[in-house]
């Protein structure tokens, strides 16, 4: 890449190109550069910054082909510092022009939020932390791109941050795991848009944050991996059906703030300190090939041609996956 950067976001454009946002550079602040990566040439250009520096921060891609990115680190160094200025907001890209635009925003989980493409256009952003010592937040709130606005969408039950939001099939969205200053959870919540409401479901057999979850093509969700009070977290998965978890095959390596991916063949691509593939018709894992450098708080990217691109390891390395 042109920048090295850490704890950036990536996103797939409809063009097939990827546009990575903000990060930790080198140094201990946030970034607001921005570039873009095209698949059919391999190389990387610079695109316009961003109007505030985010780390941490968390994008998609909305139906209108513009990305959303929304808020990022709270605080500088420490909360005596004050906030960041981009603290609590949200900006929007336009491939087009390549310009960002302010997208608003009042959310008070700054890092460690997750961010989830409802099926009907609209984005839901929950939790977070908050930059107030082992703070997390209770908030989720809905962004409409086709008005602009931001709404409240009630409390979730937990309080949640470094954890997942997973679209399920049927609309609904699995919260699953992350955590407070008192530990992580094994709580779970689903949220139905068309209510506005938040409802517990089962429990996970472990309490984990910093894990990845990923829809499979059946419908149920895989949970792998994060950091737990009791040891290597097992690896899950959650059955929208019956409303239970099940565990299944372990991964051979203990990994936390890291990337799953669904590929085209219906496997997973988990990337952190080591690559891995899950097969959901056998439920066990194998490795890859060693990964060029391990990543450790990067974004992993599934390519139209269903390779896949790992960046934000620190450095300004980037690699690509392929799965045949």
């Given at each position: ?129 908050t930059g107030i010592p082992d703070g997390s937040s209770w908030t989720a709130q809905l962004y409409d791109p086709v008005t602009g606005e931001w709404i409240a969408t009630g409390h979730m039950i937990s309080d949640h941050h470094a954890h997942t939001a997973t679209l399920l099939n049927d609309g609904t969205v699995l919260v ?18 068309l209510t506005g409401t938040w409802s517990a479901t089962s429990h996970m057999a472990v309490a984990r944050a910093n894990h990845a979850a990923v829809l499979l093509p059946d419908g149920r969700v895989l949970v792998a991996g994060g950091d737990s009070m009791t040891g290597p977290a097992p690896t899950e998965i959650y059955d ?85």
């Amino acid at each position: 890449m042109l920048t090295a950067r850490s704890g950036n976001t990536a996103t797939l454009l409809l063009d097939g190109r990827v546009l990575v946002a903000g990060g930790q550079g080198n140094t201990s602040g946030s970034v607001s550069s921005a570039e873009l990566y095209d698949p059919a040439t391999g190389a990387w250009t610079a695109t316009s910054e961003m109007h505030h520096p985010r780390a941490w921060a968390k994008a998609t891609l909305v139906a209108n082909g513009k990305v959303l990115v929304v808020s990022g680190d709270c605080y500088f160094d420490a909360p005596s510092d004050g906030p960041e200025p981009g603290s609590g907001s949200a900006e929007l890209y336009d491939p087009v022009t390549e310009t960002w635009t302010s997208a608003g925003g009042a959310l008070d989980g700054c890092s460690d939020h997750a961010i989830t493409l409802l099926a009907d256009g609209r984005v839901l952003v929950t939790g977070g932390s908050t930059g107030i010592p082992d703070g997390s937040s209770w908030t989720a709130q809905l962004y409409d791109p086709v008005t602009g606005e931001w709404i409240a969408t009630g409390h979730m039950i937990s309080d949640h941050h470094a954890h997942t939001a997973t679209l399920l099939n049927d609309g609904t969205v699995l919260v699953a795991g992350g955590g407070s200053g008192m530990g992580p959870y094994d709580s779970v919540e689903l949220y139905d848009p068309l209510t506005g409401t938040w409802s517990a479901t089962s429990h996970m057999a472990v309490a984990r944050a910093n894990h990845a979850a990923v829809l499979l093509p059946d419908g149920r969700v895989l949970v792998a991996g994060g950091d737990s009070m009791t040891g290597p977290a097992p690896t899950e998965i959650y059955d929208p059906l019956t409303k239970s978890w099940t565990t299944t095959g372990p991964m051979a390596t203990a990994l936390s703030r890291h990337t799953a991916t669904l590929l085209p063949d219906g496997r997973v691509l988990v990337a952190g300190l080591s690559g891995e593939l899950y097969d959901p018709l056998t439920g066990t894992w194998s490795n890859t090939a060693p990964m060029i450098e391990a990543s450790y708080f990067s974004t992993a990217t599934l390519l139209n041609n269903g390779t896949v691109l790992v960046v934000g390891t620190g450095t300004a390395l980037a690699q690509v996956f392929d799965p045949s």
